[in-house]
């Protein structure tokens, strides 16, 4: 799952609490307008240098990687984290599930 940035984050709210969720655009009058031209209007931040991999899937790659190397014990925070994994959308972390780390 990807999240935006901490900055850009930081812009979505600035651009909401200024011109609502759906924006307030008035290019019609002069474009650009400036809720079209904000940082934080969701169209501008359709690229991916304005999101970033949510934590947990950063965790659960380190967790996988662990295993596999087998330099570490799990604790019940680390079998959670495998087991959530398996219940969860096999897709976005199907490398991982086919390298064999599969529940005995």
């Known amino acids: 799952m990807k999240v935006l940035t901490e900055q850009a984050q930081s812009d979505r709210n600035s651009f909401e609490e200024?011109?609502?969720?759906?924006?307030n655009c008035s290019c019609f009058q002069n474009a650009?307008?400036?809720?079209?031209?904000?940082p934080g209007n969701?169209?501008?931040?359709?690229?991916?240098?304005?999101?970033?991999s949510d934590n947990i899937?950063?965790?659960l790659d380190e967790t996988f990687k662990a295993i596999e190397n087998r330099n570490t014990c799990l604790?019940?925070?680390g079998i959670w984290i495998y087991e959530m994994s398996l219940m969860m959308d096999k897709t976005e972390h199907k490398g991982m599930v086919d390298r064999g780390l599969r529940k005995k």
């Open 42 to 52: 969701p169209h501008n931040q359709e690229d991916n240098e304005f999101w970033e």
């Open 18 to 23: 200024l011109y609502g969720k759906r924006g």
């Open 75 to 77: 604790d019940e925070w």
């Open 32 to 38: 650009p307008c400036a809720s079209c031209m904000h």
């Open 57 to 59: 899937w950063g965790l």
